[in-house]
């Protein structure tokens, strides 16, 4: 409707047109002003102009920035859940089995299917999307398959602003279905409401899940192909392994282990049940209080910085901060130099260490050092500004893992560097 004054809906009192997918708009309060910087029909959930608003985020565009804060007063709806496992595991299967069971209670549906990327186009591959092929025509359906281009965390660098865009486009539930790396996919964490891991028969399988920390981000255990020999010593195997777990609070949600034959839908109507049910006893917007987390990691980092005489002694300098992340850099001064007139290989495994250090203990627990693995691809001389910045890889509760690259000030690689830390119970003064 033209012209229409349009606020957020709550839950209680949200309802869509199950043929068009709008949303009704309350009178008496004008739109926000930001909203003029959105794709017309986005909000009423028109898929074009979903397309063109992912589209511009995907390709970098000068308003991409702006458009994603035009997001921020329509988002805190949908139950965005993250599917997530080895590959192999059955994920897509498992994701198009799910769309219809949503599609069958009336649900409109977005999936952000993150493929590898093609190592000649560095495009997605698309193979999420050809197997959700016979849901992805359906008018209540948008699928987007993105590129992970090389990132580590299971997800594409823009999968949170695409989960943002179709939140505010009144999709009901959002599916991510992580890339499959399989030991890197703790990222979920921070964007999905409901994580689903979904694990295939054998050991071999869970022993892996369970050292990369995967299962510890578990709201619901699915043991995926549930027809086939070893099933039921592999749910088995998970329970086992729950159980060894701390002790949760009483009113904790408890992990149940599922099975699932998802290309014959055995399984999958309990599964969405529990699915259902976990979002509403946490709740949605997971990913929207994850900002106050993120800035307080940020300042934390900044604050160890500080407090460090190394760096000061050498000059290093702290220029970014996040949960599991940290960025320093260096100008190189002739005492950093070697006997051949380059840096030195100590400062730069100093520079890779430094940054590792801090984003280990970005999280609040005290983190110590048991594992590091540097390599030199090439030299950095005096003038040059050379910079680290650490990752993490994966994190369980009582290991993570972090990489390191250091790069001069042109992007050229100097150093690629590996740690692992034993995290301690211990909280940072």
Same mark, same amino acid.
């Given at each position: 409707m033209a012209g229409a004054a349009r606020t957020r809906p709550t839950a209680h009192t949200a309802h869509h047109d199950a043929h068009h997918g709008a949303r009704p708009a309350r009178a008496g309060r004008a739109a926000p002003p930001t909203d003029s910087l959105l794709p017309p029909g986005l909000l009423r959930g028109e898929r074009r102009a979903v397309a063109r608003a992912i589209s511009r985020i995907e390709q970098g565009a000068p308003d991409a920035a702006a458009l994603r804060a035009a997001l921020v007063p329509h988002l805190g709806r949908a139950h965005v859940i993250g599917i997530t496992g080895a590959p192999g595991a059955g994920k897509s299967t498992l994701v198009h089995a799910l769309l219809g069971?949503?599609?069958?209670?009336?649900?409109?549906?977005?999936v952000v299917a993150v493929d590898p990327s093609s190592p000649l186009s560095g495009g997605a591959v698309l193979g999420d999307r050809v197997r959700m092929g016979e849901h992805g025509a359906h008018p209540h359906v948008f699928i987007r398959s993105v590129a992970s281009r090389g990132h580590l965390g299971?997800?594409?660098?823009?999968?949170? @602003?695409?989960? *943002?865009?179709?939140?505010? $486009?009144?999709?009901? %539930?959002?599916?991510?279905?992580t890339v499959g790396a399989g030991q890197s996919e703790v990222e979920i964490m921070a964007v999905a409401d409901t994580r689903v891991v979904v694990c295939p028969p054998g050991l071999g399988d869970v022993v892996q899940a369970s050292?990369?920390?995967?299962?510890?981000?578990?709201?619901?255990?699915?043991?995926?192909?549930a027809d086939l020999p070893g099933a039921e010593a592999t749910a088995r195997d998970l329970r086992e392994m729950l159980q060894l777990r701390a002790q949760p609070a009483a009113d904790a949600w408890k992990v149940p282990v599922l099975g699932v034959q998802a290309s014959t839908g055995v399984g999958t109507g309990e599964l969405m049940v529990a699915a259902l049910e976990h979002g509403r006893h946490a709740g949605r917007g997971r990913r929207l209080h994850a900002d106050a987390k993120s800035a307080a990691a940020a300042a934390r980092v900044f604050q160890l @910085?500080?407090? *460090?005489?190394?760096?000061? $002694?050498?000059?290093? %300098?702290?220029?970014?901060?996040?949960?599991?992340?940290?960025?320093?850099?260096?100008?190189?001064?002739?005492?950093?130099?070697?006997?051949?007139?380059?840096?030195?290989?100590?400062?730069?495994?100093?520079?890779?260490?430094?940054?590792?250090g801090l984003a280990a203990n970005s999280h609040g627990l005290v983190a110590a050092g048991i594992d590091a693995h540097i390599t030199y691809q090439q030299a950095a001389r005096e003038g040059e500004t050379v910079?680290?910045?650490?990752?993490?890889?994966?994190?369980?509760?009582?290991?993570?893992?972090?990489?390191v690259d250091v790069a001069r000030g042109d992007g050229q690689p100097i150093s690629s560097f590996t740690g692992t830390v034993y995290v301690t119970s211990r909280h940072h003064a």
């Open positions: 069971e949503l599609l069958g209670r009336g649900q409109r549906i977005g299971g997800l594409s660098p823009t999968t949170r @602003a695409i989960v *943002d865009v179709l939140d505010a $486009a009144g999709f009901d %539930t959002v599916i991510v279905e050292k990369a920390g995967i299962l510890e981000i578990a709201d619901l255990l699915v043991v995926s192909k @910085a500080a407090a *460090d005489p190394f760096l000061r $002694a050498t000059g290093i %300098t702290c220029v970014r901060g996040g949960p599991g992340e940290a960025e320093v850099r260096l100008t190189l001064r002739p005492e950093h130099l070697n006997f051949n007139g380059s840096c030195h290989g100590g400062i730069i495994f100093a520079l890779a260490d430094t940054a590792f910079t680290a910045h650490a990752r993490e890889v994966s994190r369980s509760r009582k290991l993570a893992v972090y990489r």
